[in-house]
């Protein structure tokens, strides 16, 4: 099945965006066996929505962009009217989209009302996170499917498609994977030398994130994928938090709900990260009551009574202080595990004793003190999230 | 000057990597006023390049990657022959190779000379992180550009072109933009009728993203970019920002500085998300020192003393609890505003009065307490994440 994906947008072409949905979209396909033959990214002239389409041959067809309600929006009905399809309004969609309106208290415009064109014959994609919905047609042994630009409402809308190519497709392939904390892509390369030849049947590829690595396995042989993923936890036993469904907070989430425990966090230089990530997770709040951010001295002297010789003696960026942070956390609230974050974020305020990216975390479980040292790399954001995910995942490991 | 962007590579098409070179080239490109008309994705296989090479007429096209030394590097050969151009080795960049390789230690082959084949006509592009050299030569009043596929590589490469292109270009494109919250994109284009109209010489566009959305404006005329500019905040005053490369945190975060003001915050179903989002800003240490995550009832009682008649009557998820909170939280802390947070962000918890996505802030500010009821769509991420937005947005309109 050649594929072709087609983006439309003047903010990929004008370097305002970087075109994330291609990535998304064609490592999702590869795991169903479906190879991107080209990508392209056009503007969203009428004149170019057709020399693509009197260009391209792939039987595989997929827009993202263009099927908002402004003018500029017009993929859905140049595509739709380029193959010279029948079509209909489906008063179905349209009242959804004016419910929509009705939720967020807006009054719904005209040009909403081309949202809800499509081809008669077609698979309706619906959008619960936006107003415009996507479609999958088939015409002339093609199959065409127009994709929302934002991300989050092609997400979903992608994995109907997944599930239709699935259908259509006769071999089935089969994907799963793993989730990784605590390690770095080339660290693992080196660990996985020869084990990609021991598995010849089973397409193995890793994907890195800032402070995380998937490792993606696809095969039609279910037996061979289950042999690989077998082998590759047992080198990685620590490393590996979950499968790709899993995020490292809801791991932690979870593990706390099942031991009927409650976390309690305080943080400086991640100010509130931590928190939100771990409130992020449904269900959160039978495991969490409450948390503070003590970015100055005094919040930390105020909410903690952490000692004036303390952060006077070691600063307020010591392993004392992330020590004394979590212990007195854990001594003021009805906890059974504390974390604290204390470091320098940048991109000013870093010394040569301690430059930016240095970050202490201090843990109190079980009637015992630990205490950690950890240098970041990256921009403020960057090692903010790096030590929010450091952070998780010292509490996976306590919690195991 | 049209222009044409072509990355090689089956590490984009299959999902592995994003295609980052896309962004960097094109803005780079729009800062000199040059526009990207279209950019493909290809494999490297002799018949992509020969087919979209008789596929494009842009002026100006850019290929990166498949410079290298494997068999699977073909773009330099297939694009010089494609054009039928003299060619020859330059023995310098040979012997440039040949000592790269003696300094790494590595032995080098001799699938590395074809490295050094150039137009006869040409400017070459040092690699001084790599083997490959880049090269831009004129043909057919196209200007060619082949650019190595690592990012490193290629960026010092893109600036002797941005130099070359300076010099042959005569017309300069300005390019600015507004950032605008509070509002959604359907709703500003109804407001814009007849705008785009009034301003024929600029080109005008809305990119939005969660809770936020951008103008970019482009000309060829500055004053016709300015007056654009100008009438289009004239309309918008109040949603209107910032610029393009400001954020709403970083824009709150300034404002408070100017004032010499503190915030503190105390959040519930954000759960240190508009903490995280203020601490995010590089000096924000100046107008924040605590702020406090209650997500149960027992921590809003015990960290700000809210009284159980407030939760027992009204529930936590109200605009009275939301005002006590802002209120109490101003009273205990030394901070010139507070603001609080309480509500549903679902999937689970909402009820027929009290429905996912309704969430209540309060206000405290010079004396006055203000509090807002709001219903937001999405899932849990987008609910807290547009609550945070309009947390920020509040203080923001509270300060000018």
Do not use: W
């Amino acid at each position: 099945m050649k594929t072709a994906i087609i983006t439309v947008g003047k903010e990929v072409l004008t370097g305002k965006t970087t075109n994330t949905n291609l990535r998304t979209i064609a490592s999702r396909l590869n795991q169903i066996g479906i190879d991107v033959n080209r990508s392209f990214v056009i503007d969203d002239k009428l004149e170019e929505y057709h020399e693509i389409l009197d260009f391209i041959d792939e039987d595989l067809i997929i827009f993202t962009g263009g099927l908002g309600p402004t003018i500029d929006d017009i993929t859905r009905e140049t595509v739709i009217n380029y193959f010279g399809v029948d079509t209909y309004i489906n008063q179905d969609i349209l009242k959804g989209i004016k419910s929509y309106f009705d939720h967020i208290n807006v009054e719904m415009k005209d040009t909403n009302n081309k949202q809800a064109l499509f081809p008669k014959k077609s698979i309706i994609l619906d959008n619960k996170l936006g107003t415009a919905p996507g479609v999958i047609f088939n015409v002339n042994n093609k199959t065409i499917v127009l994709f929302p630009g934002p991300p989050h409402e092609m997400l979903p809308m992608l994995e109907e498609l997944i599930k239709y190519l699935e259908k259509v497709n006769e071999i089935k392939y089969f994907s799963k994977g793993f989730k990784l904390v605590g390690t770095g892509e080339s660290t693992m390369e080196k660990s996985l030398t020869g084990f990609y030849e021991l598995h010849p049947n089973v397409n193995i590829a890793p994907y890195a994130g800032i402070g995380e690595i998937k490792y993606i396995f696809t095969s039609i042989n279910k037996l061979d994928l289950e042999n690989a993923m077998n082998e590759f936890y047992k080198l990685f036993p620590k490393f590996v938090f979950g499968d790709l469904n899993d995020t490292l907070e809801g791991v932690v989430v979870k593990l706390l709900t099942d031991k009927k425990m409650i976390i309690s966090v305080v943080e400086s230089c991640t100010g509130g990260m931590l928190a939100s990530s771990i409130t992020n997770v449904s269900g959160s709040s039978s495991v969490f009551n409450e948390s503070i951010v003590t970015y100055s001295n005094e919040a930390k002297i105020k909410y903690l009574d952490i000692k004036l010789d303390t952060l006077n003696t070691y600063g307020a960026v010591s392993s004392e202080c992330a020590l004394e942070m979590s212990k007195k956390l854990f001594e003021k609230t009805n906890s059974d595990i504390t974390v604290s974050i204390t470091g320098i974020a940048g991109p000013t305020g870093g010394t040569k004793e301690k430059p930016i990216g240095l970050v202490y975390f201090g843990v109190t479980f079980k009637g015992e003190n630990k205490t950690y040292k950890k240098m970041f790399n990256g921009n403020r954001y960057m090692i903010r999230k790096r030590a929010t995910i450091f952070a998780l995942d010292l509490v996976r490991k306590e919690l195991l």
